[in-house]
Nanobody, 128 residues
């Protein structure tokens, strides 16, 4: 069983930056592919970014490419999402997720169904 605990999000002005973190308890973090998803009000949850267990491969949604960076520190069992040049459309509840499979590909690891464990979510609000 893996438990994921996200840091507090926050309120930031458009154009600003924010870093989210997600600490994993249980399981073997260094062998686990991870991802960030988000859900805006009245919308379905959507993929943001994914990173392989060793940190060597990553992929991003088109909407955040070039603005967001996913990273991880396997010595601290922690996943990060560095967000910059934020826009109001980035307002959402952000979730970290852990995969249970050893296979990684940008396509499969962008799907919600790939992930077995989810954090509780953290609110990010970007004001205009």
């Amino acid at each position: 069983q893996v438990q994921l605990v996200e840091s507090a999000g926050g309120l930031v002005q458009a154009g600003g930056s924010l870093r989210l973190s997600c600490v994993a308890f249980g399981g073997t973090f260094a062998a686990t592919h991870m991802a960030w998803f988000r859900q805006a009000p009245t919308k379905d949850r959507e993929f943001v970014a994914t990173i392989s267990a060793d940190g060597g491969r990553s992929a991003y949604a088109d909407s955040v490419q070039g603005r967001f960076t996913i990273s991880r520190d396997n010595t601290k069992n922690t996943l990060y999402l560095e967000m910059s040049t934020l826009v109001p459309e980035d307002t959402a509840v952000y979730y970290c997720a852990a995969d249970r499979d050893s296979y990684f590909s940008p396509n499969s690891n962008a799907r919600e169904s790939t992930y077995a464990y989810w954090g509780q979510g953290t609110q990010v609000t970007v004001s205009a």
